[in-house]
């Protein structure tokens, strides 16, 4: 059978949107989530639902939010996830809270005890034969979390999904460890299928550290180019992010900024740092520049970067 295809020309329309959000306890991750969601369906519409594996937690935000409450408790499978999330699809959700992906990880029925239940059953007690069906072991939970992602993207979830996060070395036989800094307690296969991945610090009331210190942090950190004038540093995450994004996720032009040459310029000369920096030259590098107004405000990025080095020095 030959199959057929059909080309039309690209239009942004009704981008899923998936927010990935990862901090430890403190940083701010729920009540984040929730703002972002609040904004989300001021632009789509519809309801809020928050699948809860927190011991209910999330009815901590009952009188500040209006959502859906669904709580989930252990086998934590990701076909359990999966489940949890085609009832709230069901139910009429336009967007979805998940709070939190971590025990789909290391929580009771999540993929990790599913690999060491397949060796207890399969080895016992035998080591050497536990080491030699450690891969083997890990081909039903992966495969189950593969399903997990595919049904997302397929089902086009908008979708703010929670991480927990801890401290990480990387131990070196005969060397000092390599500090990895936080890092999420879940799957890589599902932070990098994230369309933003923000990184919250201890006690950061919602605020995204987007220039981290750490490379394995930066590594982690998803944002686009084309969506950083919808999180500004230095910023927390609020209703209004999750509206924008929305905006954008809809088909919304991104918007210049307004403001002259001088405006950027004494924007620049201001950053008290590398972040404030970066924000400053996102913000109005979607201005439209002559080639000579370009030059003046790269000169002046330069300039300000050779601040901040003479500072540390």
Known sequence: ????????????????????????????????????????????????????????????????????????????????????????????????????????HTGPGGVLEMHEKFLDDKAGDNWQKRQKLGMSAWIKPKAQRQKLIDAILRLGI???????????????????????????????????????????????????????????????????????????ANEPLSEATGEALAKWAAGDSEPQPEGTLEDAIRDIVDAGDEQELNAAREKWGRHKWSTDEKIALRDAVTDARSEFADGEG
Request: glycine letters at 8%; aromatic letters at 8%; a negative charge.
């Open 1 to 104: 059978m030959t199959r057929t295809f059909e080309a039309t020309t690209a239009k942004r329309d009704r981008v899923p949107m998936l927010v990935g959000l990862v901090g430890p306890s403190g940083s701010g991750k729920t009540k984040s989530a929730l703002r972002l969601a609040d904004g989300m369906v001021r632009q789509t519409g519809g309801k809020v639902f928050v699948i809860d594996t927190e011991a209910r937690r999330a009815l901590h935000y009952a009188d500040e939010h209006e959502f859906q409450h669904v709580p989930m408790e252990a086998p934590f499978s990701p076909l359990d996830y999966l489940a949890a999330l085609e009832f709230c699809v069901a139910q009429g959700a336009s967007v979805v809270v998940v709070d939190s992906m971590t025990h789909e």
């Open 158 to 232: 908008n979708g703010v999904f929670c991480f927990r996060a801890k401290e990480k070395l990387k131990l070196r036989p005969g060397k000092d460890p390599i500090h990895l800094g936080l890092q999420p307690v879940g799957g890589d296969e599902f932070v990098y299928e994230m369309l933003v991945n923000c990184l919250l610090y201890p006690k950061a009331e919602g605020v995204p550290n987007w220039a981290p210190d750490e490379s394995a942090e930066k590594v982690m950190l998803k944002l686009p180019e084309h969506l950083r004038h919808v999180f500004p």
